[in-house]
């Protein structure tokens, strides 16, 4: 006796769509990490990270770009060497660079909500103002939270931390903003 099958979906194609893409960019984030470059005014380094956090927020929308920076959180903690410079455990997510850390997630949260109007993932080939005006947003999170977080485990004023862990940082801000705009209008994205 025959019997009939149907075909059932436990996973629909969207989500495993976006699993995917959040794990790509929380591997992209771990990489970034290690490109870091000294900041003479700073002991704090420059790296890539908040140009990957910018495009999770862009590419990704506000929950899935939030979820994919904190999939890479989670899994510094958990021991994994994706932290600036190869780090990884507990200790960079309550030292000096802390607040950064924990702002990346929000500021991928608040890129995408400004991109995309919404938590809706809409057209992400907005504006070049809402654009960048999206990354200013973001970059304005990770600036307060970094400072915050300087300025409590070095106990010092905010203005001193301001000054090392922000304003430090802004001619490097400004070029990974712009390489974003770059690539989200470059001819080989836009085709997709």
Do not use: C
């Amino acid at each position: 006796m025959a019997t009939e099958h149907e075909s059932v979906e436990l996973i629909g194609d969207e989500l495993v769509g976006n699993i995917a893409r959040a794990a790509l960019f929380a591997a992209l984030m771990g990489a970034s990490g290690y490109v870091s470059f000294p900041n003479p005014i700073s002991p704090i380094p420059v790296t890539m990270q908040v140009l990957v956090v910018f495009l999770a927020g862009i590419f990704l929308g506000p929950v899935w770009g939030g979820g994919s920076i904190a999939l890479y959180l989670a899994a510094g903690g958990l021991g994994a060497p994706v932290f600036a410079g190869g780090s990884a455990g507990l200790a960079p997510l309550v030292g000096p660079t802390a607040g950064y850390l924990w702002s990346y997630p929000v500021a991928a949260v608040v890129v995408g909500l400004v991109v995309h109007g919404g938590i809706s993932v809409g057209d992400y080939r907005v504006s070049t103002p809402r654009l960048v005006g999206a990354m200013v947003a973001g970059t304005v999170v990770v600036y307060a939270f970094g400072t915050l977080g300087f300025a409590y485990v070095n106990r010092v004023g905010l203005e001193s931390a301001f000054w090392t862990a922000s304003a430090a940082f802004i001619p490097a801000e400004a070029f990974k903003i712009a390489a974003a705009v770059g690539i989200v209008r470059s001819d080989a994205i836009a085709a997709q």
